[in-house]
C-alpha cells in the first residue's frame, strides 16, 4: 500500500482545514488507518484512527471535537477534518495504514506511512 496525503498549508487560529490521504492498492478496505502528526522536535504523536469498517473512530485528547477522521473506500482515501485549529496543531501530518492494529495510538503498529503534509497555524 502505498499512501500519498495532501492538503496540508498556511491556515489562521480558528480557521478550518481538511486533510486527504490516497491509497494505492485494492485491499484499502481491509486497512485500519490513522493520522499521526510530528511538531518539530517531538516525537511523532496520534491524532486519530478509523478502523477498516468505518464503525469505530479513536482521537486524541488534544483534538477530541475538532477533529473528525472519516474514509471513503470506494475512493481509496482516508480524510482528516479539522476545525477551530490553533497554533499548537502546527506540525506535520502523516497517514498510516495497518492491517492488524490492536493499539491505535502507538505508531509501531501500522505498517504504511504516507510522506506527511506541512500544517501551520499562525496566531
Known amino acids: 500500500v502505498q499512501l500519498q496525503a495532501s492538503g496540508g498549508g498556511l491556515v489562521q487560529a480558528g480557521d478550518s482545514l481538511s486533510l486527504s490521504c490516497a491509497a494505492s492498492?485494492?485491499?484499502?478496505?481491509?486497512?485500519?488507518l490513522g493520522w499521526f502528526r510530528q511538531a518539530p522536535g517531538k516525537k511523532r504523536e496520534f491524532v486519530a484512527h478509523?478502523?477498516?469498517?468505518?464503525?469505530?473512530?479513536y482521537y486524541a485528547d488534544s483534538v477530541k471535537g475538532r477533529f473528525t477522521i472519516s474514509r471513503d473506500n470506494a475512493k481509496n482515501t482516508v480524510y482528516l477534518h479539522m476545525s477551530s485549529l490553533n497554533p499548537e496543531d502546527t506540525a506535520v501530518y502523516y497517514c498510516?495504514?495497518?492491517?492488524?492494529?490492536?493499539?491505535?495510538?502507538?505508531?509501531?503498529?501500522?505498517?504504511?506511512w504516507g510522506q506527511g503534509t506541512q500544517v501551520t497555524v499562525s496566531s
Open positions: 492498492g485494492r485491499t484499502f478496505s481491509r486497512y485500519n
Open positions: 498510516a495504514a495497518g492491517l492488524t492494529v490492536v493499539a491505535p495510538r502507538k505508531d509501531s503498529e501500522y505498517d504504511y
Open positions: 478509523i478502523t477498516w469498517s468505518g464503525r469505530s473512530t
